[in-house]
Structure formats: C-alpha cells, structure tokens
C-alpha cells in the first residue's frame, strides 16, 4: 500500500505494508473523531474528559518530588550495573529493555543461549544483594 507523507510542505510517497497503513487509517479516524468532539462542545461544559484523557495528546507533568525519586531511583539501578560486567550488562539490558529472548540475545552475541541465561541470574543477584 502507499502512503503520503507531508514534510515540510512536500509530498512524500512511501510504499508501507497492510497493517501499517491500517494502523495509520485508525489514528487519523481518532483524530478526526477527537476534532469534531472538540469542536462539537467548544465552550467545554459538556466535553467528556475521559476522550481527552484516553484519546487526546495532553501533557504529563511529574511534582518535584516524584522527579526527584525517579532520579534517585535511576542513580541506584546504574550504580547495581555498575557492578556487572560489560558481557552482562548489555545482555541483561537487551533483555530486560528491549525484550529480546535468549535466543536472540545469543545471536546477536554470538555465544550460547546457556551463556546468556547465566548473564543475565548473575545480574539479577547482584541487583538483589544490591538491594
């Protein structure tokens, strides 16, 4: 299927897949649904906040407080890290943020999947002990 892609004023055509193009027909159908709701209760009384929050764009704004906890959160999970290896990090973060398999991992790796499972215990107990 092809798509048009507006950028910067220029039309660009790009060739994408089914489920692509449908999952982009949907979000322009919510958006234009999203548009005429907002535009149907302009003055906002009768405007479901619901379609806002669970369809609309609106920002996220963290207190000081829970900056300051994800903050410290984030200080002492690279400071657990930092007592892996380098093999060991970077297989536990494929795995733990990416969401790659062990197989995969150990593809990419090129070693065992046995190779990554240890890895990956390994860095699991030292952020437990950590802990």
Request: proline letters at 1%; glycine letters at 4%.
């Amino acid at each position: 299927m092809e798509v048009t892609i507006n950028i910067d004023g220029q039309a660009l055509s790009v060739e994408v897949t089914v489920e692509v193009y449908e999952y982009l027909d949907r979000a322009d159908h919510k958006e234009e649904n999203f548009a005429h709701e907002k535009r149907r209760h302009w003055d906002s009384r009768e405007f479901d906040e619901y379609i806002v929050l669970t369809e609309g764009r609106s920002c996220y704004y963290q207190t000081p407080e829970q900056w300051v906890c994800r903050k410290e959160t984030m200080l002492e999970i690279k400071a657990a890290l930092a007592l892996c290896t380098e093999a060991q990090r970077r297989r536990f973060l494929l795995y733990a943020l990416e969401g790659l398999s062990y197989a995969e991992i150990a593809g990419l790796c090129r070693c065992s999947k046995a190779a990554i499972q240890d890895s990956i215990e390994a860095v699991r107990k030292k952020i437990k002990k950590f802990f």
